[in-house]
């Protein structure tokens, strides 16, 4: 796997060269676009406003445009030249207690693998902070943006999750109002959520729709038609009650969910 990211980990005085590393892969079915008629291939090209000639990517600069069709021209070393050390490097700049930091401000993740070498000092910080309970907050530059991360320790190493800025995360669309609730529903509810708890395990889960999707396409290769394969009927349950009751019955007649109990 290519690495996405060089640096080193700077805490105080101490400097750890890592690598990061994507934590995930693309295995959805991707569908190209062909022209109706001819079925052939469509095809996107770079070009040229002025002279509307094609262009490769060693023609390419990078402009800002300050006014309307009047840009400023930033070269790869122009970049370099304002990057601080830190900068250069993922600087911690404090810790925090690993539930302060709400999901909504994750972004991407990395695998932090540590250079040769620097194991000792890498595997210091990851006890340390698995130990306490804590995560690193830090900023790092990747590419031409300064990045919001934080260090996320686990058993067999360190995620690097970058953060969106707060004023990158936008409010709510429309409120959500607080219903007075009837206790026999909130307990009922709270009854069809305890006998739907087990542990997470994530090998469990599969993306059924792409294995559908591959069959689909198969037959299609095939020739052969693809049917529907939605048979669930609606059952017009209204009542709120009712559907917690049998949705309660159904959890009951499947062991899968209430042989096993996780913790809150």
Do not use: W
Request: charge should be negative; hydrophobic fraction near 35%.
């Amino acid at each position: 796997m290519a690495v996405t990211h060089k640096g080193s980990i700077s805490m105080g005085l101490v400097l750890i060269p890592i690598g990061l590393y994507k934590t995930t892969t693309d295995n959805d079915i991707h569908f190209n676009q062909l022209e109706k008629e001819s079925k052939a291939r469509i095809r996107y090209k770079k070009y040229c406003s002025h002279c509307n000639k094609e262009v490769t990517a060693d023609d390419i600069i990078k402009g800002y445009e300050y006014e309307k069709d009047k840009y400023v021209i930033m070269t790869d070393d122009d970049l370099e030249k304002i990057k601080t050390k830190k900068d250069r490097t993922i600087h911690i700049i404090h810790f925090a207690n690993m539930q302060e930091v709400d999901p909504i401000y994750f972004e991407k993740d990395y695998y932090a693998v540590p250079d040769a070498g620097a194991e000792k000092a890498y595997e210091l910080l990851r006890q340390s902070m698995l130990m306490l309970g804590k995560v690193a907050i830090a900023k790092t530059v990747m590419g031409t943006n300064q990045k919001l991360i934080i260090l996320y320790p686990q058993e067999d190493g360190i995620i690097v999750k970058t953060l969106f800025y707060a004023d990158e995360i936008v409010a709510i669309p429309k409120q959500v109002p607080k219903m007075e609730l009837d206790e026999n529903e909130l307990n009922m509810a709270k009854m069809l959520i305890e006998n739907m708890t087990k542990p997470f395990v994530a090998a469990e889960y599969k993306d059924d729709y792409q294995e559908r999707l591959r069959e689909a396409i198969m037959k299609k290769i095939q020739g052969k038609e693809i049917v529907s394969t939605e048979t669930t009927e609606n059952n017009n349950v209204i009542d709120l009650m009712e559907a917690l009751q049998r949705s309660l019955n159904l959890t009951k007649e499947q062991p899968t969910f209430n042989t096993t109990k996780g913790t809150a």
